[in-house]
């Protein structure tokens, strides 16, 4: 094992040591790159920049831009040649067969086409325009057929680009009307009306009124029904009338008895009007509407979807009602009811309703989840928490692609150059192409090199939970610590919340353009940068260690207001004050944990329970020690037995199996982490 650590800590250096480069000589490359990229960009890179970069581990980036600059202009052999060395592994290489492929389609040189065209990589467009080239060389009309199958089953190849292979299929196909209907309905689910319209044209006669209806309701649900009288009377047009309902019910459900009554004719029974009733429920639910209770009523549990009967649950507990909140989770299905969230809102329930020897087994249940609500049924138990790590160990065999990869290369210099956002696109562009147990050992070596982000998103799927170290890597370490103690703030929180705002990535930025570790406002950063005497002009940040002093003040100044809250405080960042004073109910003074699911947004709804599972996670991190999450909030003093004395939570791995909410599984995707900004609509 410690051979395999020697071996990955210095696999990057033996990267360059192969190509016989100095360390004076890479230094004078990273000088010399940008303003070669920017020559090749203009077209004037000399051949002697060229020979000094040609062992740089970003070379294949100057060639792609000299390859860009004209592509009508290139050699199509040496293109070719290149494609074949980088197209499939080189981000950004997919821009540059986009275009010589368009070349030789408009030269209907189908060979050169087919030369450079690989399926995984091109644009659905070009997948239509290779079934020509294939039907022009080769002439095979039953694989055509095939081809032109697959073709008209993806909703996103478009119409226009692929009316030689449409034709053929609908000429040739017995099941072509068929397969065009499947593909019609599926556009319009999507909203692709413009195509949905195109690919009306390759259906016979006979079925295009069938499909013109299937827009017209999608595009106009009111209108739809009043020509439904004059519709043909089967079972599929009776189906098209009930979604027609369905849609005006998601946005107008008190419109709905007025319709039905319009078509009462039909005789439409409560069976088929439940995706009707649903939509109520769902709109009177959120809404809060007084009608909720009634509608939902009339739902049998089998018809009611996820969302529906947890936003049952949540209007009862808003209401006060803990019996009607229990036979509300009672009816959920039973993968939805058993998760540890609902397991734990369960047991509270039935304490709520003077029954705690019934929240017994609930309680037991979730508390083998390590998660928010697992920990908190943890502490009503007082036994231990089910943290239970995996260490982080490196297969040779299965670490081999990784090494031997020219991505990584390409990454160390990216970083060297303070260029993170293309390092991140190579580990995407790599950890894409690997099998679960190869992406694991990715994410172990990136955490290993240092690489926080990187490993949090290649770690990010349930089989990897446990691996906490380096799921869960601590950075900047000394000024995190210095500046929680500072402004008298548990340096585990302050982890947590950086763990789920940036990743620990400290140049990223948000779509909302919120910056940096504690992804912080520039607006907010300017107001606490001046209480701390900081100019403006000095706030830049995504400096870490600037961020993280400013971003743990904005956190002890919601502390004040909040009277040291994690949860008030949490909620806050996430979604604003004036949010947060409009969600404070009844339910939050006698019940604080269950409030929490009352939340009306889910994002706060998981930010709130998710920083705080990653504090416990980080308290353990940082020394491998626990402290209650009860004890960390003050709203929950009095959760934990009157009897149970400990100097640290003890864990525990042999437990009862929950069904996980994945809180632990929560990362940043490609795009970056969800911003912190108010939330603007519930879910």
Not at 102 to 131: G, N
Not at 249 to 268: C, D, H, Y
Not at 306 to 334: F, H, K, Y
């Amino acid at each position: 094992m410690h051979q395999m650590i020697a071996r990955i800590a210095c696999a990057i250096a033996a990267w360059l040591a192969a190509a016989a480069v100095s360390a004076a000589d890479l230094k004078a490359q990273r000088l010399l790159y940008p303003k070669a990229l920017a020559a090749a960009y203009a077209g004037k890179l000399t051949s002697g920049d060229r020979e000094a970069l040609n062992s740089y581990p970003l070379m294949p980036y100057i060639e792609l831009t000299e390859l860009q600059r004209a592509p009508a202009q290139n050699d199509w052999a040496s293109t070719a040649a290149w494609l074949k060395m980088w197209g499939t592994t080189l981000p950004g290489a997919g821009r540059l067969r986009e275009s010589m492929l368009a070349l030789a389609f408009k030269r209907a040189d189908w060979r050169q086409f087919l030369q450079i065209y690989d399926s995984a990589f091109v644009t659905a467009e070009r997948r239509c325009q290779a079934w020509q080239a294939r039907m022009a060389l080769f002439a095979d009309a039953e694989l055509g057929v095939a081809h032109a199958r697959a073709l008209v089953q993806d909703a996103q190849t478009p119409a226009q680009a692929c009316t030689p292979a449409f034709t053929h299929f609908a000429q040739s196909a017995s099941d072509a009307a068929a397969r065009f209907l499947v593909r019609i309905e599926a556009q319009l689910k999507a909203r692709q009306f413009t195509e949905a319209a195109a690919s009306l044209q390759f259906l016979p006669a006979s079925e295009r009124g069938l499909a013109q209806r299937m827009m017209l309701l999608e595009q106009d649900p009111k209108r739809a029904l009043a020509q439904s009288f004059e519709w043909p009377q089967d079972v599929r047009h009776r189906e098209l009338i009930v979604r027609a309902l369905a849609k005006i019910a998601a946005k107008t459900p008190r419109a709905i008895e007025v319709e039905l009554l319009a078509l009462k004719s039909l005789a439409l029974s409560e069976i088929e009007l439940q995706p009707v009733r649903l939509e109520q429920a769902r709109f009177a639910l959120i809404e809060n509407w007084p009608e909720a209770p009634a509608w939902l009523d009339v739902l049998p549990p089998a018809a009611r979807d996820t969302q529906v009967n947890e936003w049952g649950v949540r209007r009862a507990l808003s209401a006060l009602n803990p019996a009607l909140a229990l036979a509300r989770i009672d009816a959920m299905q039973p993968e939805l009811r058993d998760l540890a969230k609902w397991r734990y809102v369960r047991g509270r329930l039935h304490e709520w309703l003077g029954s705690p020897d019934q929240a017994v087994g609930d309680f037991q249940s979730a508390s083998s989840d390590a998660s928010f609500f697992g920990f908190l049924a943890a502490d009503r138990l007082g036994i231990g928490y089910a943290l239970c790590p995996e260490p982080s160990l490196l297969d040779a065999k299965l670490a081999e692609p990784i090494l031997s990869s020219k991505a990584l290369p390409r990454m160390v210099e990216f970083f060297a150059l303070g260029e993170t956002v293309p390092a991140k696109r190579e580990w995407m562009n790599l950890i894409g192409a690997f099998d679960p147990a190869q992406r694991r050992q990715a994410g172990i070596l990136a955490s290993q090199q240092g690489w926080a982000e990187l490993g949090i998103l290649a770690l990010n799927q349930p089989p990897n939970r446990k691996l906490y170290h380096a799921r869960f890597p601590i950075l900047e370490t000394e000024t995190l610590t210095l500046n929680a103690a500072r402004n008298g703030l548990d340096p585990a929180f302050v982890a947590g919340l950086i763990r789920q705002e940036s990743a620990w990535n400290p140049t990223i930025a948000s779509h909302a353009g919120a910056i940096g570790l504690m992804q912080m406002l520039p607006s907010t950063a300017a107001i606490t940068a001046k209480t701390l005497g900081i100019s403006g002009r000095q706030v830049n940040l995504r400096d870490a260690k600037l961020n993280l002093k400013l971003g743990t003040k904005h956190l002890a100044d919601l502390a004040k207001k909040y009277a040291n809250s994690p949860m008030l405080m949490t909620a806050a960042y996430n979604a604003g004050p004036n949010a947060l004073k409009r969600w404070i109910d009844p339910l939050y003074a006698s019940y604080p944990d269950l409030w929490i699911e009352t939340v009306p947004f889910k994002e706060t709804r998981d930010y709130i329970s998710t920083v705080l599972a990653f504090t416990v996670i980080y308290d353990y991190r940082f020394d491998q020690t626990l402290s209650r999450l009860s004890n960390r909030v003050p709203e929950f003093s009095g959760f934990l037995p009157s009897t149970l004395v400990e100097t640290s939570v003890p864990t525990r791995c042999s437990t009862p199996t929950a069904a996980s909410n994945s809180l632990l599984t929560i990362a940043p995707d490609a795009a970056g982490p969800a911003p912190s900004v108010p939330a603007t609509s519930p879910q």
